[in-house]
């Protein structure tokens, strides 16, 4: 039963990643008029971007959801984050993408949430139960990071911008 359902959540994966990367695509017709130059290179490079990013965050959903010892209740905390990055990242890259702000939080889906789990996953069973609590704590930190970075975001908080920036900086670096 749990086969079935890692490979149900692994097509679901694959089939959500595959719209993603469609949709980030900008087609180019030969109808364009002249003066309309193709996207910018920066433009494929948050493609790019986004696309490694995507591609570490369903990496870390597969290994939460196949590791027998990693309860449900960090699955569903891990998964929140990888959803909430999977939302929060592509508005970022449109919208401010020259924003610190939006770097840290690619940084965070690209590298830092990816690390943090797999250092965790890596813990024997004995060692694991003892840095639990540091784990959970820094999965709630990483969380309430991005529902405030989801605030900013909604809310257009320029100002809190640079203030979240160096917090995500000083913490997560």
């Known amino acids: ?9 692994f097509i679901l994966a694959l089939f959500a990643f595959n719209l993603i990367v ?15 130059s193709t996207p910018s290179p920066e433009k494929k490079d948050a493609g790019a971007d986004f ?26 905390k891990t998964e929140s ?9 592509p508005d ?16 965070i889906g690209a590298t ?13 069973p004995d060692n694991r139960q003892a840095q639990k609590q540091a784990f959970e704590k820094t999965i709630e930190s990483l969380h309430d990071v991005c529902t405030r970075s989801r605030q900013i975001v909604d809310n257009n908080e320029i100002a809190e911008f640079k203030t979240m920036a160096q917090f995500l900086g000083s913490k997560f670096s």
């Open 112 to 124: 830092h949430l990816f690390k943090i789990v797999k250092e965790y996953l890596d813990l024997s």
């Open 81 to 89: 984050i990888i959803d909430d990055l999977k939302a929060l990242i």
């Open 22 to 36: 469609k949709h980030l695509k900008i087609p180019i017709t030969s109808s364009a008029p002249p003066n309309q």
């Open 92 to 107: 970022m890259i449109t919208r401010y993408p020259g924003e610190t702000l939006t770097y840290e939080l690619k940084k």
């Open 51 to 76: 696309k490694h990013i995507l591609d570490t965050l369903i990496k870390l959903n597969l290994m939460i959801r196949t590791d027998r010892d990693f309860s449900v209740d960090l699955i569903l």
């Open 1 to 9: 039963m749990t086969v079935l359902i890692i490979a149900a959540v």
